[in-house]
Nanobody, 127 residues
Framework: QVQLVESGGGLVQPGGSLRLSCAAS????????MAWFRQAPGKEREFVAG????????LAADSVKGRFTISRDNAKNTAYLQMNSLKPEDTAVYYC????????????????????WGQGTQVTVSS
C-alpha cells in the first residue's frame, strides 16, 4: 500500500508562488511515476504535471507550462509542484497521484493510469 499526503496549499495573490509537497509512505516510491492533478468547482479533474521514477522526464499541461515545475526527491519519498505566476484560474483542489510502479518511462495524462491518490490540498488564487 502507498499513502500520499499533500501539503503546501493556501491562499495566494495573483502573480504569487506556492510549493506543494506530496509525502509518500509505503513501498517502492522510487519506482513509481508521480503526477499532480487538479479539480476546480464544477469542473472535471485535469492533469497538471507528471514525472517519471528517475526524475529525468517530466510533462506539464499547456495551461501551466513555463509556470509550474514538478520535481521529486526519492531519498525523501517526496514529490513537489512549484507553482509560480499563479492566476485565479489556477484555483482548485490539487491532488498528488502515484502509478503502480515498474520504472515506466512514459507519463500518462489519464487519471486511470494512477493507482494511489492523496486527499488533496486547496489552492486559492485571489486578491
Amino acid at each position: 500500500q502507498v499513502q500520499l499526503v499533500e501539503s503546501g496549499g493556501g491562499l495566494v495573490q495573483p502573480g504569487g508562488s506556492l510549493r506543494l509537497s506530496c509525502a509518500a509512505s509505503g513501498r517502492a516510491f522510487s519506482s513509481r511515476s508521480m503526477a499532480w492533478f487538479r479539480q476546480a468547482p464544477g469542473k472535471e479533474r485535469e492533469f497538471v504535471a507528471g514525472i517519471i521514477w528517475s526524475g529525468s522526464n517530466t510533462l506539464a499541461a499547456d495551461s501551466v507550462k513555463g509556470r509550474f515545475t514538478i520535481s521529486r526527491d526519492n531519498a525523501k519519498n517526496t514529490a513537489y509542484l512549484q507553482m509560480n505566476s499563479l492566476k485565479p484560474e489556477d484555483t482548485a483542489v490539487y491532488y498528488c497521484a502515484a502509478d503502480r510502479g515498474g520504472l515506466r518511462t512514459g507519463i500518462s495524462r489519464s487519471d486511470y493510469e494512477y493507482t494511489y491518490w492523496g486527499q488533496g490540498t486547496q489552492v486559492t488564487v485571489s486578491s
